[in-house]
């Protein structure tokens, strides 16, 4: 059995389409193609089915797929076994990251593992944290990284670095903080999207205050961290975010960051994996170099 057609296979499989997993691995759609049906040849069975413009595995297909993870697994640790060194280790890590991790955290973890391990590229998709949890579920990325849990039987959360929620505004306004959250209910709030990790967390805050969202003078929401900077940075709104997101603006004195008094909740970024996905030996590294990076958590990939 080739193992190159397996790596395509597998690909496809992720993707769920063939032309979307030609551009991924950089093969034309027909070469993708002969290898499927090169596949299917050689075992005399149907690998997928098309509905649509998804390629959906056949039970066959399903039992290859979970065959051909362990295969291409055991031989990236033959060749690391064989090897004098590990840099010479190659290939592509998937990460989804929500927009606190993307931004702040992610490239200080790419950096120290590509200082180990050179050959490796990243491919990073940004979005909220309900749809990092969606995608590591549905098997297109490797890991995730992102602030809140969702929660499923499939997926493992591992607290990778702890942080609390603060207050931001420009440094023209006037409030000086600590704050209580009763009293800047009434100016006008630029908030994160209701999929983000920060927005569950202070509408948990709010609940516990007994304070409706409604309350809240919301002008404007968004998707971009950078776009709801430089609405608190242009003095149009206040905003409630990451402390660490926060701390990189307001060491610069682009802004400034206050305490809310009662907001004790802290909450934790997690790095989250399918337990039913066959982590591949660089996926396995990058998760294990991320619990070191976070120190004092101790965990066993599966």
């Given at each position: 059995m080739d193992l190159h057609q397996l790596y395509v296979f597998t690909k496809v499989v992720e993707h769920r389409s063939f032309s979307k997993a030609a551009d991924d691995i950089f093969l034309s759609q027909s070469?993708?193609?002969?290898?499927?049906?090169a596949l299917e040849k050689m075992l005399n069975i149907k690998?997928?089915?098309?509905?649509?413009?998804?390629?959906?595995?056949?039970?066959?297909?399903?039992?290859?797929?979970q065959w051909?993870?362990?295969?291409?697994?055991?031989?990236?640790?033959?060749?690391?076994?064989?090897?004098?060194?590990?840099?010479?280790?190659?290939?592509?890590?998937?990460?989804?990251?929500?927009s606190v991790p993307g931004q702040f955290m992610i490239p200080r973890m790419v950096k120290r593992f590509r200082d180990q391990y050179p050959e490796v590229t990243f491919h990073i998709n940004q979005s909220s944290s309900k749809n990092v949890a969606e995608k590591v579920l549905h098997g297109s990325v490797d890991v995730g990284i992102l602030g809140d849990?969702?929660?499923?039987?499939?997926?493992r959360y591992i607290p990778i670095l702890k942080?609390?929620?603060?207050?931001?505004?420009?440094?023209?306004?006037?409030?000086?903080?600590?704050?209580?959250?009763?009293?800047?209910?009434?100016?006008?709030?630029?908030?994160r999207n209701s999929?983000?990790?920060?927005n569950a967390l202070l509408e948990r805050f709010l609940k516990k205050r007994k304070i409706?969202?409604?309350?809240?003078?919301?002008?404007?929401?968004?998707?971009?961290?950078?776009?709801?900077?430089?609405?608190?940075?242009q003095d149009i709104a206040i905003s409630i975010i990451s402390e660490i997101a926060a701390s990189e603006y307001s060491s610069k004195k682009m802004l400034k960051m206050h305490e809310i008094n009662g907001f004790d909740d802290e909450r934790f970024f997690y790095l989250v994996y399918n337990i039913n996905k066959t982590q591949s030996l660089l996926s396995k590294l990058f998760i294990e170099g991320a619990l070191d990076l976070a120190g004092g958590f101790e965990h066993k990939v599966d």
């Open positions: 070469t993708v193609s002969s290898h499927i049906q690998l997928f089915d098309r509905v649509g413009r998804e390629s959906i595995l056949t039970p066959q297909g399903e039992r290859l797929y051909a993870l362990k295969l291409l697994l055991i031989k990236d640790q033959a060749l690391l076994d064989v090897k004098e060194g590990m840099t010479d280790l190659r290939g592509i890590i998937r990460i989804a990251a929500s849990k969702y929660e499923n039987d499939k997926l942080e609390k929620l603060v207050l931001i505004t420009s440094n023209q306004n006037e409030i000086e903080g600590p704050v209580n959250i009763e009293e800047i209910l009434a100016y006008p709030f630029v908030m999929n983000s990790g920060t409706n969202k409604d309350q809240i003078n919301i002008i404007a929401y968004t998707e971009s961290g950078q776009s709801l900077m430089q609405f608190v940075i």
